[in-house]
């Protein structure tokens, strides 16, 4: 007598790309993260130079040491967990359009690069909403750097 044969059949399930609402809520908590870091890293400097801001030609020492603190947060949560903190909290991860691990070069330009862009002038804040109108709901920022954003499963 012939033994039945198991099927194991794995389910393919269609990717499903977050778009710009999620990402919205889950940018908001890592800007709310963020700006709650700097107020903890950057607080010494309140007592330096009788609390007036320290210049370094157009900049000042605080807000160049918050923009670090700022791209570094978005590129090393996302290299070691695919994902930021807001990320986590609305179930998304980054991907690479060709699934393989990312690369520091992606993250470089997604991260650093497209999120620079985006607030380099007052309206390319704007460009966040290619998000909304496109098929595979990628920001500039993840054209830049090849990814996506999609939902966990």
């Known amino acids: 007598m012939e033994e039945p044969l198991e099927y194991t059949s ?4 269609p990717t499903r790309y977050a778009g710009f609402w999620m990402r919205f809520w889950a940018y908001l908590v890592d800007i709310i993260i963020i700006f709650s870091i700097n107020g903890i890293l950057l607080l010494p400097f309140q007592f330096i130079n009788d609390g007036k801001a320290v210049d370094i030609g157009y900049w000042t020492l605080t807000g160049i040491l918050s923009s670090i603190v700022f791209y570094v947060y978005f590129l090393l949560m ?54 909304a109108f496109t098929g595979q709901k990628q920001g500039i920022h993840d054209m830049i750097g090849n990814t996506r954003v999609v939902f966990e499963d």
């Open 10 to 13: 794995k389910q393919v399930r």
């Open 78 to 131: 996302t290299k070691y967990f695919r994902q930021t903190l807001g990320k986590m909290i609305f179930g998304l991860k980054v991907i690479r359009e060709d699934n393989k691990p990312l690369n520091w070069s992606d993250l470089i330009f997604r991260e650093v690069v497209g999120r620079f862009l985006h607030r380099v002038f007052f309206i390319t804040v704007f460009l966040y909403l290619f998000v």
